[in-house]
């Protein structure tokens, strides 16, 4: 069998559903477009995701002395579908549902690089990379033809659509690239029309600051409160721009979604609301162990679980809420008087009562100023 034939079969008896490979040049036109997205302020609130670290993200050879070409490797995580949310349950991003990825894709890359040297029959070296480090795992995989850049800056695979999660391994070893995919998304915008919060501004451009999965998960501070009320029940990551794709709904299941570390954990693709906003720490560390959730941290969760219950707006969540306005750290104290500002406005005296009682205990100037604006939007409602 020749080499590469013998290299592909041993990242797919590892688990991997699809490997490629791609010389280790420089990804001059990804490198070129995401130094554009910084300076055109796309990528606000990322403070690592600096100009030196995109040259080094987009350029292999210097990730690796000898560097001669990028194995480009995806495992899909789809499996079953999620069903319709119940009211006050939230919604998290397919990636979330199972094991971390980083975790489960390493140990895959792990062995696949430990038996790599047997099975070219002289010592190989290789950097392996699961989202851990400086490597712009999307260009890697275009330019190897894994898939093709879809017009929501996804890697769309023609088999697995772009349920895919990327890892690259950089190696020493001369390998014949293939070639990139003719494929493109055609004159579909679907992704586009349907992002809730106009994040995707252009093809292939996203607006990081507006994206809901940035907003849920790697946001620390406060959700701009003009796209709260777009965000729906969204609390981890999120999923639009992925679901409506037409390549997406016949795309094929992952076998490690299915049966393996990527399959869901009970309850997590539609979290029970409340259960998270009372949430103690202790609770939170336990359930989502090795889970990518735990990104966000507890009051991130908490905070975004504040905001899809003011979306929601089930009465259920008014005491809940009530209590998170009282007594949660200043952060989802915050979001929680928002929340309460929705069910104030469409007429609820518990909830406006409460925002006026702390109005007056409140100490922390944030907190103020949000219960100051859910008030006063609510005179301005209460005055038409
Ligand atoms: C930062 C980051 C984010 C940020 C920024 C998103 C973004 N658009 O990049 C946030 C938190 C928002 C995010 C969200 C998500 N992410 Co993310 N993220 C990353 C990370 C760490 C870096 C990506 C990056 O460099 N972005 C910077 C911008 C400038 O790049 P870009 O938008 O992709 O733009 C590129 C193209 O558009 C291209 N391009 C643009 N114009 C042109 C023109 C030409 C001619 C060419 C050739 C190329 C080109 O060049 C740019 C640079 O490559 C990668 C892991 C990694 N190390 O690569 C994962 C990664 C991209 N994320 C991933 C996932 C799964 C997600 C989510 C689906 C998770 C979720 N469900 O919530 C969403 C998807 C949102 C979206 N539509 O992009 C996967 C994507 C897998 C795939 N199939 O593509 C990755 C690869 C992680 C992994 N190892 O699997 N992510």
New binding site residues.
Partial sequence: MELKERIRSLALSKGFDLVRFTNAEPFV??EE??IK?IRDGH?DG?SW?TESRVRK?NRPMDLLEGARSVISLAVSYLGESPGNPKVNHGKT???SWGDDYHTTIKGMISEFTGALSGVVGANVKTRAF??DGP?????AARRSGLGW?GK????ISPGFG?W????QVVTDLELEPDASLKKTCGSCVRCIDDCPTGAIVAP?V?D?TK?I??LT??LRGSIPIELRPLMGDWVF???I??DVCPVNRKAEPGKTAVSGDFKQRPGFSTPELLALLEMDQETFSKTYKNSPVKRAKKIGLQRNACVALGNNGDINAVQPLIKALIGSESLVRAHAAWALGRFAESGNDHAFEALKLALHNEKDEEVLKEIDLALSYLETTQAM
Wanted: negative net charge; aromatic residues 12%; contains cysteine.
């Fill in positions: 036109e990804d477009a995401a997205r990528m990322y995701y993200m991003a397919r990636y699961v989202d490597m712009n795992d999307r260009a850049m929501n800056t996804n890697v772009s895919i999660l990327l890892g292939y996203i990081n994206c999965s940035y998960i790697e990551g999120c999923d721009c992925q």
